[in-house]
Every structure is written in C-alpha cells, then in structure tokens.
C-alpha cells in the first residue's frame, strides 16, 4: 500500500541547511517521525512531499522523498500559482492510496482534499489546531482560507484525525463523525542529563508570546533559561537568557532531558508538541492558559497558570518543591510511556489505513500489529 505524506515544510528535517530558507514545527517533526516509522515496520510504500531549492525525488531512510521547488509562503501571484500547479501535479505523479496531511495553509489542505476525491483516493486530515468558526480581525483573505477553504477541506476529507479529544468539541457533527482521536507518537529513550535551566521552544511570534518568558527571566535573575528559537529573533534579552536558534531535531531531546521545567507561553494550540516532548524526558509544563485535554492538572504533570503573575509563581514554587517535582517528572515520563509510545500508535495508524485502503478486518488488524508487535509490551489503554 502506497501513503504519501503532504509535508511541504520538513525540508529542513531532511538537510538541516535549508532550516535557514524556511523552519520546521512540531507537525512537521511528527510527520516525518510517523513516515519513518511506518516506512520501518514494512508493508506500505511511504512518500513524502517537501519543499526545496530543487525538484525531483530520491530515496531517504526508506522514503521516497518528492521536492517541490520553492516554498508555498505568499509570493509573486506567478509564483504563487506555479508552485501550486506543482503541488497538484506532484500528487497526481506519486499516485498514492491514501494522502495525509497536516499544518499547512488552508488553501494546499483544500487543494489536495479536492484533488483526492476527484480521483476517489482516501485522504486524511490531521488538526494541527481547532480549525476556526471566526477570526479575531476580519479580512477577506484569511476569511477565505481559514474559515471558508479549511472548512470546505474538512468536509471532502475522507477521515480527519485529532492529536486531542479537546479538539472534538470545534467540529461540525458531520466531521466529528469521522474523526478519530490518535495520540502523537514519539521515540522514547533514556537521557540523563544535568537540569540546569528553564526552556522555552517555539516561534518568536506574537501567538507564542515570547515576551512572557523573557519577562519571566527578568523576574527570576538567579535563574539561567534556554530558548531554543525556530527561525528568526532579534528581540533584546536579559544575561541570564541564552539563545539558540534553529536547533537540529535530533538535539532537541538533549536540550529537554537537560531542563528544569519547559515554560509554555503559546496562546493558540492543538496538543503541543512541546509537552510530549517534555513529558517523554521526564520534564514537568507550566504552561500559560494552555492545558489540552486537561492533562497538566488532572495527571500531575506540571502546572496550568491563568495569569502571568501566576506563571510566576508556580515556576518558583514547583523548582522550589523538590519532592513535587519529582512526582511530576514521574507523571510526565509514565504518561508519555502510556500514551505516547510510537510503536503503540502507528498501530493505530497502521489500522486507520488498512481501512481506508479496503482491506478486510483480518488483514486491517494484520496490518495495523506490524512485524514486530509481538515483541512490545502493553501500553496501556488507548487514549
């Protein structure tokens, strides 16, 4: 069976060089996490489309990797176009069984939602975040495509997969119904390392709110934070912060397991990346608003702050709180183990596709146990 992974922005997961033309997110990072895996485990053909600085495709840890040339961000309306036209071609070339996609703008889910059923293949739909009912500043554009093409791609999806069961609760009935809750999966290992900061990783974007930790910082100058910065910042920071951007994928786990606590600031959220990340290396969250599904509060595995102030409080508490702080870190990694182990949900995903795909319930579940399932043990209930 054939899958093809829409994944314009991974470029730079495959050469980092490129992270300098256009940086890479958590949806990104779990994309290629997940065609990697799936790619392992044998029986399925897995592509994936990037973007890059030249055309064509090669064969990479087991993918074949299709390049577009150039990146789908606003451009010349003849470049715009072009690099579209390209994307729908290169869709039609690879011919897949089922096409996943996931965080990109609502125009390339909707032109791909359309290209897969007119040419009656599966597609699926990852929630990145809430899809939107309203904007908070009007204008026809982001109208267009962030309520009228990323709804309209919603309904032509053939399944949408949600990363959280808060999510649910934005969908219309008819998405709801044929969507399913898959956790994210992550490869989970052992780091040791010496705790000797406070992290902070995003975007230096408004959204993600960046001023608030180096606010934190300045609060707490006996402290010494980590912000690990994808793409450009310029912004002004206090001795105690240090900044590294575009930090490689596969050092991230390093920079994790090393931290104290990781600060989420971010305003706007699907299941972050961030928290998986952290909980998988034994690190406690104290996050800003943000608590998807509840997780934080109910299974102990950090802080939720409403206020800034609160922030505040709660990360000289926590750090100020040795034996708390360990049954966090607990929680964290036993939660992770639980809910977040890549073999366990590629079995979902293995199974999701067998659906799609038409196979019988025998091959499905075949499919979705993998040639090494039997050697895993149990993780638990689905979440």
């Known amino acids: 069976m054939r899958i093809c992974y829409i994944n314009p922005a991974g470029a730079a997961l495959f050469e980092h060089r490129y992270v300098e033309r256009q940086h890479w997110g958590g949806a990104e990072a779990a994309l290629v996490t997940q065609a990697k895996a799936l790619a392992a485990g044998g029986g399925f053909d897995v592509h994936m489309m990037i973007d890059g600085d030249r055309a064509g495709s090669e064969r990479v840890d087991g993918l074949t990797v299709h390049r577009l040339h150039g990146t789908y961000r606003d451009q010349p309306l003849a470049a715009f176009a072009e690099y579209r036209r390209t994307f729908c071609r290169v869709l039609a070339d690879i011919d897949a069984d089922v096409y996943v996609q996931r965080g990109v703008p609502a125009d390339l889910y909707f032109l791909a939602a359309l290209h897969c059923r007119l040419r009656r293949k599966p597609y699926v739909q990852v929630l990145a975040l809430a899809p939107l009912r309203r904007l908070e500043r009007f204008s026809p554009r982001a109208y267009l495509r962030w309520i009228v093409l990323e709804q309209a791609s919603l309904r032509l999806a053939t399944a949408v997969v949600a990363l959280a069961h808060d999510q649910l609760k934005t969908l219309p009935p008819s998405v709801r119904a044929k969507t399913r809750v898959i956790y994210e999966g992550k490869p989970l290992r052992e780091l040791a390392r010496e705790r000797s900061f406070i992290l902070w990783v995003g975007r230096a974007v408004e959204s ?176």
Request: charged share 20%; with cysteine.
């Open 208 to 383: 993600k709110r960046p001023h608030v930790f180096l606010d934190l910082a300045r609060a707490l100058p006996g402290e010494r934070f980590v912000m690990a910065v994808a793409g450009p910042f310029t912004g002004a920071v206090p001795p105690n912060v240090t900044v590294r951007n575009n930090v490689p994928h596969d050092a991230m786990d390093d920079l994790y397991a090393s931290a104290k606590l990781v600060v989420h600031t971010s305003s706007l959220e699907g299941f972050s990346n961030v928290f998986i990340e952290a909980w998988k290396n034994g690190t406690p969250v104290i996050s800003l608003d943000v608590d998807t599904d509840g997780l934080l509060a109910s299974q102990g595995l950090g802080r939720c702050a409403s206020s800034v102030g609160e922030l505040r409080q709660q990360v000289t508490s926590l750090l100020g709180d040795r034996q708390a702080w360990d049954a966090c870190s607990r929680n964290a990694l036993a939660h992770a183990r639980r809910h977040h182990d890549l073999g366990r949900q590629m079995e979902r995903w293995r199974a999701l596709f067998g659906e799609l795909g038409g196979l019988s319930k025998d091959a499905a579940r075949e499919l979705a146990d993998g040639p090494s399932s039997s050697s895993r043990q149990p993780a638990g209930p689905p979440p």
